[in-house]
């Protein structure tokens, strides 16, 4: 088969390295031949060739080369398996989350001071009065929604005084209270 | 089987000896082709050490979808660029390597500073075309391997060659070079 001018001049560097079959080789001198351009870069190609300088490294580079490459892969190998392997796998970045997520659930729930009665759960509610002994007319008007912290309610009045005061007694207290109450009232206070 | 194939089996399978003998075959060719991109040899001794470590770490990686002398070229070109772009080498001009005071025949230092300056000419060349001239004239690579290791179309190889070489021409001829009868 017989090539274009084009084609021929494409594959130059192969003929000049040997690198053709010998129907193509045989193509490709007769086209030389007659086609100036084809052989003036031919003619550069060897040029170029024959310009080729590489100088020697020595010996000593290329014996000692293969160990050193040997060495040297291994030794970065193990540095990424250090490295990459343990915080690149997915199971180790889910088991990483997985803690961080427990981490930051335990230390909320221990560190919310929102509510402050996590820690000053108050002994005494007006809730938890027991006043099933007491007669209707004694128990004393509380109201629920009194705030216990005086420094931000104040004493809005002698009976709003009067009603922390109560809430703020100690059951036994509370008891005493009454009984003194019910003295009084007998001896006509 | 393909004897790197095999070499590359047997490394991976753990015998570390192979990886030495795949060095030693490819080791020269490598330590040509970077020399010829940067033009100095202490670079292109460290750029050829670093290509065949790249490799070797690389081959579990290596799908065989181009012959493995293909991809080891891939790797030292990108290795080579790199280093080119990172350091901005200065082209040194023909004048700075002319024998002046040779004493000799002057064929021969005609023929010197002749081959001097295409290896400066080249240099000149735009970067594809320099690397599509070299491969495929010093590394006697095909238009398809040359394709694959620079990462274009063999339409574009057979463009930045031939473009590479009608520029060639012209810089010889400016400087009054005719090309060897």
Not at chain 1, 100 to 116: E, H, M, N, S, V
Not at chain 2, 137 to 164: D, F, P, Q, R
Request: aromatic content about 8%; hydrophobic content about 40%.
């Amino acid at each position: 088969m017989k090539l274009a001018h084009d084609e021929l001049k494409e594959i130059l560097p192969d003929y000049l390295r040997g690198s053709m079959s010998e129907d193509v080789r045989k193509n490709l001198r007769a086209h030389v031949d007659e086609c100036q351009d084809c052989e003036a870069d031919l003619l550069l190609l060897s040029d170029i060739i024959d310009a080729d300088s590489v100088p020697d490294p020595g010996e000593l580079f290329f014996k000692t080369l293969p160990q050193r490459v040997r060495a040297l892969a291994q030794t970065e190998r193990r540095v990424r398996f250090s490295f990459k392997s343990l915080f690149l796998r997915p199971v180790a970045i889910a088991a990483s989350m997985a803690v961080i997520t427990l981490a930051i659930y335990l230390f909320k729930d221990k560190t919310d001071i929102g509510d402050a009665s996590l820690f000053f759960k108050d002994p005494l509610t007006v809730t938890m009065l027991d006043y099933s002994s007491i007669p209707e007319n004694d128990i004393p008007i509380i109201d629920e929604y009194v705030d216990l912290d005086s420094s931000t309610l104040g004493y809005k009045g002698i009976g709003h005084g009067y009603y922390i005061d109560i809430a703020s007694l100690s059951s036994k207290e509370a008891e005493g209270l009454v009984e003194t109450l019910k003295k009084e009232q007998a001896n006509g206070g | 089987m393909d004897e790197d194939i095999s070499l590359i089996q047997q490394y991976l399978s753990g015998y570390d000896d192979a990886i030495e003998k795949i060095v030693l075959k490819y080791q020269r060719q490598i330590y040509a082709f970077v020399y010829r991109m940067t033009g100095n040899m202490e670079e292109a001794k460290d750029l050829t050490q670093q290509t065949l470590i790249k490799a070797v770490n690389g081959l579990k990686d290596f799908r065989q979808e181009s012959s493995f002398k293909t991809w080891l070229y891939q790797i030292a070109k990108n290795a080579g660029l790199n280093h080119i772009k990172q350091n901005r080498h200065e082209e040194v001009e023909v004048e700075d390597l002319f024998i002046a005071d040779h004493k000799g025949a002057l064929s021969k230092i005609l023929e010197k500073e002749k081959q001097a300056y295409i290896r400066s000419s080249l240099n000149k060349l735009p970067g594809r075309q320099r690397l599509a001239v070299a491969l495929r004239v010093y590394e006697g690579l095909s238009v398809n391997e040359t394709a694959l290791i620079m990462g274009c179309t063999e339409g574009a190889v057979k463009a930045h060659y031939h473009n590479g070489v009608k520029r060639l021409r012209e810089i010889l001829k400016e400087k009054g070079y005719e090309v060897s009868a």
